[in-house]
């Protein structure tokens, strides 16, 4: 049974980063055919996709967050990780990493159970 | 980026009721359309991708349909496990972008 799991600070003070740690069990980040993305959630809102990396260590990001986010595998831990720079209150949001097999249309198909960060001083 | 516009925002419908959600896409995406279920406090939940293949494990109530800009989901029987919000996404370009969501209420 695969299973993603987030782990990192919930709250952040405005202008710092944000590192968040996803742990996969029960698959390997390592394999073909397999992104891995970060997603997140402001309370009472849709959910905005971040950006994915491949196993081989590319990575797709989303343009609207401006170089401000990271993302990076540790194969040997079986991890894949969000940086996001610059914080604002504007970043307050449930933070989920998912699986995104290419086959099945790129849809994600597994969720880790989600980390709400908040940005306050 | 391609903008997905969901419709209703919300409805409200009674068990047993036949319900139908709309996903638009401000350009052709194909096929490339996926449906997520939500629950007040829980994760997203993969339903149908590629537009109208059923996720392993999901009741067969649901379905979808549509190509190009325009999808549905339907679900057939409304049940009391499925008043949730629901999501729509396109894969087709990155960056992937999802619809702001339809909420299903209880009537």
Not at chain 1, 84 to 112: H, K, M, Q
Request: net charge positive.
């Amino acid at each position: 049974q695969v299973q993603l799991l987030e782990s990192g600070p919930g709250l952040v003070k405005p202008s710092q980063t944000l590192t968040l740690t996803c742990t996969v069990s029960g698959d390997s980040i390592s394999r073909d055919n397999c992104y891995w993305s970060w997603i997140r959630q402001p309370a009472g809102k849709a959910l905005e996709w971040l950006g994915r990396i491949y196993s081989g260590g590319s990575t797709t990001y989303n343009p609207s967050l401006k170089s401000r986010v990271t993302i990076s595998l540790d194969t040997s831990k079986n991890q894949f990780s969000l940086k996001l720079t610059s914080l604002t209150a504007a970043d307050t949001a449930v933070y989920y990493c998912a699986r995104e097999p290419i086959v099945g249309a790129n849809a994600f198909d597994i969720w880790g159970q989600g980390r709400k960060v908040t940005v306050s001083s | 980026d391609i903008q997905m516009t969901q419709s209703p925002s919300s409805l409200s419908a009674s068990v047993g009721d036949r319900v139908t959600i709309t996903c638009r896409a401000s350009q052709s995406i194909r096929s490339y359309l996926n449906w997520y279920q939500q629950k007040p406090g829980r994760v997203p939940n993969l339903l149908i991708y590629a537009t109208s293949t059923l996720q392993s494990g999901v009741p067969s109530r649901f379905s979808g349909s549509g190509s190009g800009t325009d999808f549905t989901l339907t679900i057939s029987s409304l049940q009391p496990e499925d008043f949730a919000t629901y999501y729509c996404h396109q894969s087709y370009s990155t960056p992937w972008t999802f619809g702001q969501g339809t909420k299903v209420e209880i009537k």
